[in-house]
Every structure is written in structure tokens, then in C-alpha cells.
């Protein structure tokens, strides 16, 4: 195994990881995707490009989304065969090749779960009526989501490969999906220290390239206003919500999110191999 390529070991243990994978019911998360994706489509499909406040919450909740499925389906899957890849790792094993194998693994699974996220999407939602930038807002929305949830799922092989135990790496796991919620600028507003941590975070550049294909700036935001006489709130005027260069409807923004998301996925890559380099240094 020594003197095997990178390539040959990658394919060898990508092998192995589906063999695993397979054998331990791998389309319970597919079916996890399938429910959480029917749950969030029902609630906000309809009329979700109404006004800002239903497509900017809608977005949100379908990127939130996103990134949940893809953590879960990783959180565990280096942390629980430490002393397995210790032993190999004795005897030849390429941390990389063990970290690609799991990655292209998570790729191809993310692909499955994109689709159905994106299909079950559809039945509720009319995409079409968002605006566009490239060919298609079907593509462009698929794109984004596949994206988000690939990105998570190696973030997720990234917090495995960090923490020591299964246990552990659940424990950390709200910690992140905590951070992403609130580091995507929808819940809350973000200045100085808190916008620039948000820069690593999936969710903003996710929130950002729904933002930019939807083109979320040019919708209105609906504002009640209290009755005089009863204090009861009574529609009011829609006004235009403050810019947000980050939504900027612009096809070079929507390539800087993609762009963003991809980077931050190499880089949970980069981190993982050196994490489980690091924890076997003595072997």
C-alpha cells in the first residue's frame, strides 16, 4: 500500500466507503433529506415570492435546511474509525486518499439528496417566478442547493476528523449549525467582528446566491401599521427594504457566493487531512 498512488488509494477506499455506507443503510438519510425537505416545502412554498419577508425567510429556511442534511450525513463518519485509520495509516494509508474517498462519497451522495431537496421543492414552489441571472432560476436554484449541501457535508468530515469521539462530534455539531444560523445576516445584523467571522460561514454566501438569483432587493416589504382607534395592526404601504449588496441581482455576485461556497469546501478539506495527520503523527 506504501507505494501506491493517491489516485489508486483514493478509488480503493472510496470503494470501501460505499461498501460501509450500503451495508449500514445509507438511504436512511436520503429518506432523512426527503422528510425534512417535504416539512420545510409545505410551510414555505406557497406564496413565498409574495413580498421580501416571506422569500428572504422562505430562502433562509430552505438554506438552513440544506446545511443540516449535509452535516448529518458526515458528523460521525471519520471520528467513529479512528483506530481503524490508525492502523492502516501504519501500514501505508494516505490520510488524503482516505479523506478524498469520503469526500467524493459525500459528493455523490449530496447529489441524490440535492435532487430530491430540489424536486419536492418544485411541488410547492414556482420557481420560475423568481427572477434569474444565467439560464435558468431551476438551474441556478439547484446549483446553489447541491452547493450548500455538499459544503456542509464536508464541513461535517471536517468536525469528524477534529473531534476525538462520535460523542463528541455530536456535541459540537449544534454549536456549528448555531454559528451558520446566526452568521447568515437574516436573523440578525451583523457589523464589525460578526461580519467578518460571517465570511466563513456557508450560510451567508448561500443566503447571498438565493438572494442574487431571486434578486431579493427588488422586492417590497410589507409594513402594518396600527389602527388609530383600536391599536390593531391593518396592512399598510409595501416600501422597498434597505439594499443589500450581498443580494445585488448581478451575474458576477451569484459566481462570488458559488465561488465562496466552493472555496470553504476545499478548505474543510485541507483541514480535515491535516487533522487526522496531526492525531496520527506518533504512528
Known sequence: MKNTSLITQTHVYFKKVFRISLREKAWKYIIFAAIISFIVAAITGPDMFKNFDRTNSGYFTLCSACIW????????????????????YRQGMKLSAYIFANVCWQALLCLVQSAIIFSIS???TDFGKSAHLLV?????VFITVYLLTFGAAVLGIMVSSLAGTPATAMTIMPFVLIVQLIMSGVLFEL???????????????????????????????AIEEPL???????????????????????SARLFISWAWIFGLTVFST?????ALKIKNRDS
Not at 69 to 88: D, L, T
Open 69 to 88: 442534511i449535509g452535516i448529518f450525513n458526515s458528523i460521525q463518519s471519520v471520528c467513529r474509525e479512528h483506530e481503524i485509520i490508525r492502523a492502516e
Open 122 to 124: 418544485c411541488i410547492f
Open 136 to 140: 435558468n432560476p431551476y438551474v441556478e
Open 191 to 221: 457589523k464589525d467582528a460578526s461580519e467578518a467571522v460571517s465570511y466563513i460561514t456557508l450560510s451567508k454566501w448561500g443566503m447571498s446566491s438565493f438572494g442574487s438569483i431571486s434578486d431579493l432587493n427588488g422586492y417590497h416589504l
Open 228 to 250: 388609530r382607534s383600536s391599536g390593531a395592526l391593518m396592512p399598510g404601504v409595501s416600501v422597498m427594504p434597505n439594499k443589500n449588496e450581498f443580494y445585488s441581482h448581478e
Open 270 to 274: 485541507i483541514v480535515s487531512i491535516a
